[in-house]
């Protein structure tokens, strides 16, 4: 791969083009790193506090009655940003769309199973479990199978 830098105080502010014949994993890769947003930490709420969530540590976030909940481990924070930001902000740290409802962590999942309705059941490594509809099922496949996360 080759790297061109080209600095020139008439430019506006940075821009990155890149020429490839396809997409590749290494790219999807570059790509990540560069859309990756500086926000490093997310704050969760229980109990009255206000805590530092990390978000590698999450296994999905979900919301329930217009409230939206991260897990981690068996403990619930509430979060108070809307799902698709944090869809958004999450998605560098390998979280993809379950369901209209939950964003989960890719780099967390243990083992599948299959449901009945053609829904996958995810088990987490922490024992934490959720269901991937069967509108991202193929998309959750082509990431996990080296396809990349988008």
Do not use: W
């Amino acid at each position: 791969m080759k790297i061109k830098i080209d600095i020139d105080e008439n430019y506006k502010g940075p821009s990155i083009t890149i020429h490839a014949p396809e997409i590749t994993p290494e790219l999807q890769e570059v790509i990540r790193v560069l859309q990756k947003n500086k926000q490093e930490r997310l704050f969760g709420i229980k109990e009255d506090q206000t805590i530092l969530l990390e978000p590698t540590n999450i296994d999905y976030v979900f919301s329930e009655k217009r409230k939206i909940f991260a897990v981690i481990q068996k403990e619930q924070y509430e979060v108070r940003m809307k799902l698709y930001e944090l869809e958004e902000i999450l998605g560098p740290y390998g979280f993809m769309r379950f369901s209209k409802s939950v964003i989960g962590n890719l780099n967390h999942i243990e083992r599948f199973e299959l449901s009945f309705n053609g829904n996958l059941c995810v088990y987490f490594r922490t024992g934490n479990k959720e269901y991937i509809t069967r509108k991202y099922v193929a998309d959750i496949k082509a990431a996990l199978s080296g396809g990349g996360y988008e």
